[in-house]
Nanobody
Framework: QVQLVESGGGLVQPGGSLRLSCAAS????????MGWYRQAPGNQRELVAT???????NYADSVNGRFTISRDNAKNTVYLQMNSLKPEDTAVYYC??????????????WGQGTQVGVSA
């Protein structure tokens, strides 16, 4: 099995910054793409940013230029640096990973979510 554990959420004022982390553990052979998604109350879960194993990144238009996704393959960890936060960034942020296990099975895994609040 594979587990994802997120950390780094919290409450900040508009214009502030937060850094989210997500560490993967378990029966991992290869972590392919990793990403961050978010879900605000009453809304569907939406993509925030993704990063491939080779480091190629993709961002939602709403966060492009403010958020940066990165990963440390040695630590099986993905990060989301969030700058210039806005109230509309308030949501539960979920980590996602596309993993090939040691049994050669490809699986998609979600973390439990971490709350980010942006308010004056």
């Amino acid at each position: 099995q594979v587990q994802l554990v997120e950390s780094g959420g919290g409450l900040v004022q508009p214009g502030g910054s937060l850094r989210l982390s997500c560490a993967a553990s378990g029966s991992i052979s290869v972590i392919n793409a990793m990403g961050w998604y978010r879900q605000a109350p009453g809304n569907q879960r939406e993509l925030v940013a993704t990063i491939t194993g080779g480091g190629s990144t993709n961002y939602a238009d709403s966060v492009n230029g403010r958020f940066t996704i990165s990963r440390d393959n040695a630590k099986n960890t993905v990060y989301l640096q969030m700058n210039s936060l806005k109230p509309e960034d308030t949501a539960v942020y979920y980590c996602n990973a596309d993993v090939t296990t040691v049994w050669r099975r490809r699986t998609n895994v979600w973390g439990q979510g971490t709350q980010v609040g942006v308010s004056a």
